[in-house]
């Protein structure tokens, strides 16, 4: 994958503006912080992220992707005052189990989700790189 950096512009914190990459595309749907079982363990919403992100990682263990496979987030968080608060709990949760490199990133504020205690769904985009001996 190809970070896309527009020459002059400020190197964002956290994500990346634009990724390219080749491969095969991995579609993962809105991942909430519930477990296995789907059940809530915590209502904090550092906690949530990182079961969320345990989940797309799971998902995309499926396909054959690990983390740094992610090209694309989708962040739809319940207050976005809350996550602001949170950037740094999240950073760690973020670094704990995706690792710390850059995606391009997106995070929205939205009135409610389906599961009404979940606080934060996290939707992803991986590409599995093309083999080198593939034709």
Known sequence: MRVLQPPGWPRPRGYANGIAARGELVFVAGMVGWDADGVFRSDDLAEQ??????NVVAVLAEA????????RM????????????AYREIGVAFREV??????AMTAIEVSRLVE????????????????????
């Open 49 to 54: 992220v990182r079961q969320a992100l345990r």
């Open 64 to 71: 054959g992707a690990r983390p740094e496979h992610i090209a």
């Open 74 to 85: 989708t962040w739809y968080v319940t207050d976005v005052d809350a996550y602001v608060r």
């Open 98 to 103: 995706i690792g710390g490199f850059d995606a």
């Open 116 to 135: 009404p205690q979940a606080k934060v769904e996290i939707e992803v985009t991986a590409v599995i790189p093309d083999s080198p001996h593939s034709g």
